[in-house]
């Protein structure tokens, strides 16, 4: 004879497999859903012992990039003429400290020596004209001249150079007043 219709039997034999598995199927995914919303809502967990996620820790890291010596300027205020150490860090630092494009670097008694041998005034003439790779004002259109020739001055100074920073002039604020 044939067994063709043992084929198409159910894996459900017994009222109670029949009980178990419409149980299963409302039970399995309200079970489901419930772990899914305290997933979504649940408060982030760090793992024990961890602060690698708390908000000082957060700022530690980001702090080296959001702090770089950026500077907020109000265009309408008076112009505050920045001492050459804040100039060098601001605009300098990037090529000076590491020598890029020949530049010389900062603290390099020997590289910095035969350029202060040819006179403050043909050092700061060269920082704010530019010179070979160096553009015009280290590419800060912003800085003041004197500012420029403070910074020159620093790391002439830092180098081993015995230059004297230049007198601060007064820039006068602008004289429209709001009445």
Known sequence: MNDAHDDHESVI????????????AFIVPIIIIVLLVQYVTGEKKIG????????EAVAARIN??????????????????????AVFTATCAGCHTAGLLGSPKVGDA???????????????KHAIQ???????????????????ARAVVFMANQSGGKLKEPAVKVI????????
């Open 130 to 148: 530019g010179i070979r790779g160096m553009p015009a004002k280290g590419g800060n259109a912003d800085l003041d001249d004197d500012e420029v």
């Open 110 to 124: 020997g590289a910095w020596s035969a350029r202060v041998a040819q006179g403050y005034d043909t050092l700061v």
């Open 13 to 24: 034999k017994t009222p109670q497999q029949l009980i178990v598995a419409i149980a299963a």
């Open 64 to 85: 080296p990039i959001a702090d770089a010596g950026y500077l907020l300027k109000d265009a309408n205020g008076p112009k505050v003429l920045l001492s050459g150490e």
């Open 48 to 55: 024990a012992g961890s602060q690698a996620q708390s908000p």
């Open 172 to 179: 006068a604020a602008s004289a429209t007043a709001v009445k």
